[in-house]
């Protein structure tokens, strides 16, 4: 049984800074793939970042230059570092792991004021 608990969310204005975190738990060791997708209301689910194993990275166009991913794989931990956030960031964002199977977490609301 794998879970994905996100935290980190919450409201900031515009310009601000968040930290999103993910921890993995379960059996699996170390997945291939961790990453963030997020949701806007009366929109699609969106990629926002994810990162290899190895550490390679995959960022949308909209937030290249202002958010970071990281992990740390012997805590089976994800992060979002996101800064400079802008109103259109506001979503519910998502933590994804990947090994086999597609796991999700919870969710977590990230709104940004204008």
């Known amino acids: 049984q794998v879970q994905l608990v996100e935290s980190g969310g919450g409201l900031v204005q515009a310009g601000g800074s968040l930290r999103l975190s993910c921890a993995a738990s379960?059996?699996?060791?170390?997945?291939?793939?961790m990453g963030w997708y997020r949701q806007a209301p009366g929109k699609q689910r969106e990629l926002v970042a994810s990162?290899?194993?190895?550490?390679?990275?995959n960022y949308a166009d909209s937030v290249k230059g202002r958010f970071t991913i990281s992990r740390d794989n012997a805590k089976k931990t994800v992060y979002l570092q996101m800064n400079s956030l802008k109103p259109e960031d506001t979503a519910v964002y998502y933590c994804?792991?990947?090994?086999?199977?597609?796991?999700w977490g919870q969710g977590t609301q990230v709104t940004v004021s204008s």
């Open positions: 994804n792991a990947v090994y086999g199977n597609t796991y």
């Open positions: 990162q290899t194993r190895s550490g390679t990275t």
């Open positions: 379960g059996s699996i060791f170390s997945f291939n793939v």
